[in-house]
């Protein structure tokens, strides 16, 4: 099935720095991706998805691009804020093609933003 | 509208109790999925529910571990005979078209 790599952090930046957390994907076909954000203490929160290759996604910021010739789907974000602190996971349905099965995570990235 | 809801938020249970986890999925999502998520880890599937129908059990870790749906709407996972591995926090998520998941706060399970 489907899979995704992202770098293991943790990521420490200062604020108003510009962030890159990668991950790569390994895939029949091309599945969605996603980005999804954990803050402390609450939820995992949908960030940011694309559909198809070349698509971007987008959300408080932060930019994702499919990337199929790289097999990529790295999160950028121009400048960091203090409140971005968290975890970000990015993530993959199992197969391509079908949206009914669980989504298959990587191992989360743990960012930290210094004022 | 009100988002998925998880109960308990935290369970503490001594080793080889049972316990159930209950979840509130957003209201007419019909699919409905189940993730174990250890410390320091991303989430892992369990199992997945559409409507009443339980269509994936393969994440599910062992026989002590046992999902439902019966009317497809709330969902209970229940563990039985609690190990120390168990410890986990339990995640639950719902969609309706789409691919799209919403996720619930979680349930936070330590076994002692």
């Known amino acids: 099935g489907n899979s995704v790599t992202q770098m293991e952090g943790p990521v420490t930046l200062s604020e108003e720095a510009f962030l890159t957390i990668n991950c790569t994907y390994t895939?029949?076909?091309?599945?969605?991706l996603f980005w999804y954000v954990q803050y402390p203490g609450e939820g995992l929160q949908l960030l940011l998805k694309?559909?198809?290759?070349?698509d971007k996604g987008s959300n408080k910021g932060f930019e994702a691009t499919y990337r199929k010739e790289t097999t990529s789907f790295h999160l950028e974000k121009g400048s960091v804020q203090v409140s971005d602190s968290a975890v970000y996971f990015c993530?993959?349905?199992?197969?391509?093609?079908?949206?009914?099965?669980?989504?298959?995570f990587g191992k989360g990235t743990h960012l930290i933003i210094q004022p | 509208g009100a988002g998925v809801s998880q109960s308990p938020r935290y369970k503490v249970a001594k080793r080889g109790q049972d316990v159930a986890l209950r979840c509130d999925p957003i209201?007419?999502?019909?699919?409905l999925f189940w993730y174990q998520q250890a410390l320091g880890q991303g989430p892992e599937f369990l199992t997945y529910?559409?409507?009443?129908?339980?269509?994936?059990k393969s994440g599910l870790p062992s026989d002590r571990f046992f999902a439902e749906r019966p009317e497809g709407s709330v969902s209970t996972l229940k563990i039985q005979r609690t190990q120390q591995e168990d410890s986990a926090v339990y995640l639950c998520?719902?969609?309706?078209?789409?691919?799209?998941?919403?996720f619930g706060p979680g349930t936070r399970l330590t076994v002692l």
């Open positions: 209201s007419g999502h019909v699919s």
């Open positions: 998520a719902s969609k309706n078209l789409g691919d799209t998941q919403y």
């Open positions: 895939a029949t076909g091309y599945p969605s």
């Open positions: 993530a993959t349905p199992p197969y391509s093609g079908g949206g009914a099965d669980g989504l298959t």
């Open positions: 694309a559909t198809k290759a070349d």
């Open positions: 529910f559409q409507n009443e129908a339980q269509l994936d």
